[in-house]
């Protein structure tokens, strides 16, 4: 048997599930195994690459305050030996520098938002970088929604994982 994760937008999720259970029936080659909704409102959205950010706060389906940028990092090199021990203290550096200005971004939008979920995605050991930030320790328990499978965060990936976010992930076994 395999699993899958369909993801449903809240809105549709009941028309959905009625036709779900139409076509499979109790016996049917499919069954629902699991449902997770995030109902948390407002939503804190924190989305960090290397060479890009986005954090923001939603209430309801809507963006209530943004910040998007970029940052450069340094992708890795063939380089071997010293210049390649520099190339990496290099990018050590600049991804540093990226998550303390994500953090001030977040610490600012974030921290006082009143926020009841939190969704991260990007990279997740940068963005787990940003969270250990002391200021933010009120998002670190929240119910999380993790989307690292997101591209480089601009405005509007930040729109899709908010919208992603909301919707209702369905498991689906087969």
Known sequence: MTTRVVEVAAGRYDRWRARFDENNGAGGPQRVVGVDRLD?????????????YAVGVAVGERLTEHKVGTRYVQ???????????????????????????????????LAGSGAAGLVVGGDRSLAEAVLEDPR???????????????????????????ERARAVRVTIEE
């Open 40 to 52: 948390a409102d407002p939503l804190a959205l924190l989305l960090v690459r290397r060479g890009g």
């Open 75 to 109: 992708s890795r090199t063939a380089a071997g030996g010293w210049s390649q021990q520099r190339f990496a203290r290099r990018r050590a550096n600049q991804a540093d520098e990226l998550v303390g200005a994500v953090t001030e971004h977040a610490v600012r939008l």
């Open 136 to 162: 933010l320790r009120g998002l670190v328990g929240l119910p999380r929604r993790e989307l690292y499978d997101l591209p480089d965060p601009r405005l509007a990936v930040l729109q899709t994982a908010l």
